[in-house]
């Protein structure tokens, strides 16, 4: 195999979203695997479209995955410039051979008159493709034309009489008539070049062995195929990624959540695990918990099963995310809550290391997502508002329970000696162990399920403690003389 030079080129017209983000994983798996080159290429010559600061917020995406490319923009590379809106030189050359060999065409059509004639192929129910018009125009209505100015864009002409071929990891030898396919647009009526023609050109020079990218662009492919045939260029291998689809197995779009990296960015999703869900999604793998070098393994590339669309599945990136916030120590842990914390608790940042330990140590194990940390911790920072529709399938006898908190009081301190006495009194008298639990920790935190009634007494101060179990005891003794 020729020395892999795999790419990853986003168009900054648009966030990145899941297949974005599967097929910049893919490519940089793939070329760590075979000891590849990774490169990033900012495919932005769709100047109407692009969106500023899109391609800063892209290429910091991609660091944040862990993705790191070794070729392209800030990095450079002896394949340069990586944006495309720094290489029309490249275009313009490439364009011109096509020119002289007679095989590409000005098209004066409007995009008025295009979109019609579309329409009307579809009512026909032929397949929509560009009808010629322009190709056979004669050379006088091509000169006064051009010296009117009216605006044109060139177009390719494919060789309707040609079948092109190409080989794709997953679909094997494919093939594709040329004669269903429109005369590819080359430039744009403002001169810039198309996403078609640049990205053919780009990844020529840029010696690309294998192009990882979506299923929808399995047609543009097609079409770049003969633009390699007419250079007599060497075609990489592709492999054309399946699309990813919500649960009703629509293709995912911005109404799922977790479409756009910015919606699992800012819910607290670590970069780890998404990589790691991204990796396994749609396959069977024995382990799933993959470390970034496992990854680079997990996948066999040579044998790639065509799939249809895969499912994203948000319970299972929960249970991913979940696994590796459970890896993580609380060091690391305290850092990367932080931020969520000191948004809703500034006055987290007046306590100790040691206390902040505690207390997401206290609710770890309940962790999805870092953003979660906000309501998990909350009964740390304020009194639980107590929703009693709650509990209110407890069989509670109020009495023992308010001689059991009175009697409680002045062992708070001592944390395992509280619990123990509770224990015990619960044993003596022959009360439902669980109930009582169920009931100090509604008190405490407004919820049934949730940390130890241990841990809530070493990290909760006994007076406020006290005073939360004693509000509970209030507000049954209300409840109950109103019945
Ligand atoms: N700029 C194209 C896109 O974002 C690139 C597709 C490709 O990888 O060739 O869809």
């Known amino acids: 195999m020729d020395k892999v030079r795999v790419r990853f080129a986003p168009s900054p017209t648009g966030i990145m979203h899941l297949g974005n983000v599967r097929s910049a994983l893919m490519n940089y798996l793939f070329a760590k695997r075979y000891n590849g080159t990774f490169v990033l290429r900012i495919e932005d010559t769709d100047f109407k479209r692009n969106v500023e600061n899109l391609s800063d917020k892209i290429i910091d995406d991609l660091l944040w995955l862990g993705l790191e490319y070794n070729e392209g923009p800030v990095k450079g590379g002896s394949y340069g410039p990586y944006y495309q809106s720094q290489r029309a030189n490249f275009y313009t050359q490439y364009l011109n051979k096509l020119i002289e060999k007679n095989l590409a065409y000005r098209c004066f059509c409007t995009p008025e008159e295009l979109e019609q004639k579309r329409q009307r192929q579809v009512a026909m129910k032929l397949p929509p493709r560009y009808d010629r018009t322009c190709l056979n125009l004669s050379q006088d209505d091509i000169d006064k034309y051009v010296e009117t100015n009216k605006p044109f864009i060139w177009r390719f002409k494919l060789d309707y009489s040609k079948t092109v071929k190409f080989y794709d990891l997953a679909h094997k030898e494919m093939s594709f008539e040329l004669k269903h396919f429109s005369d590819i647009p080359l430039t744009r009526q403002d001169g810039s070049f198309t996403f078609l023609f640049a990205n053919f050109v780009d990844d020529h020079l840029m010696e690309i062995t294998h192009v990882f990218r979506g299923e929808d662009h399995l047609s543009n492919t097609a079409s770049q195929v003969a633009l390699y045939e007419a250079f007599n260029v060497k075609l990489p291998i592709f492999w054309h990624l399946p ?3 919500n649960k009703e ?32 999604i749609g396959g069977s793998f024995k382990k799933e918990i ?34 590796w916030i459970s890896n993580y120590d609380t060091t690391k ?14 006055q987290v940042q007046d306590i100790t290391r040691e206390e902040l330990s505690k207390l997401i140590d206290t609710v770890k194990t309940e962790l999805v ?32 329970f308010s001689k059991l908190i009175l009697d409680l009081k002045d062992k708070l301190n001592n944390p395992e000696q509280a619990v123990d006495f509770i224990k015990d009194t619960i044993k003596e008298q022959k009360k439902p162990l669980s109930v009582i639990f169920k009931l100090i920790r509604f008190a405490l935190t407004g919820r049934t399920m949730g940390p130890s009634i241990l841990e809530l007494f070493k990290i909760l101060e006994s007076k406020k403690i006290y005073k939360r179990l004693d509000n509970l005891i209030k507000k049954l003794s209300i409840l109950q003389h109103q019945d």
């Open 333 to 346: 842990l305290i850092e990367l809550c932080l931020p969520y914390l000191i948004n809703k608790y500034p």
């Open 290 to 323: 993959l470390n970034k070098e496992e990854l680079i393994n997990a996948i066999d590339f040579e044998k790639i099963e065509p799939t249809g669309m895969i499912k994203y599945d948000v319970e299972k990136l929960n249970w991913v995310n979940h696994k």
């Open 249 to 280: 197995g629509k293709k995912l779009s911005k109404r799922d959540f977790g479409f756009s990296l910015t919606d699992l960015q800012n819910a607290g999703y670590l970069p780890e695990a998404i990589s790691n869900y991204l990796t396994i």
């Open 369 to 400: 997502t870092l953003e979660q940390i906000v309501n998990l911790t909350e009964f740390y920072f304020n009194e639980p508002n107590l929703d009693l529709e709650l509990i209110k399938d407890l069989d509670i006898d109020i009495n023992f």
């Open 243 to 245: 699309i990813i689809g």
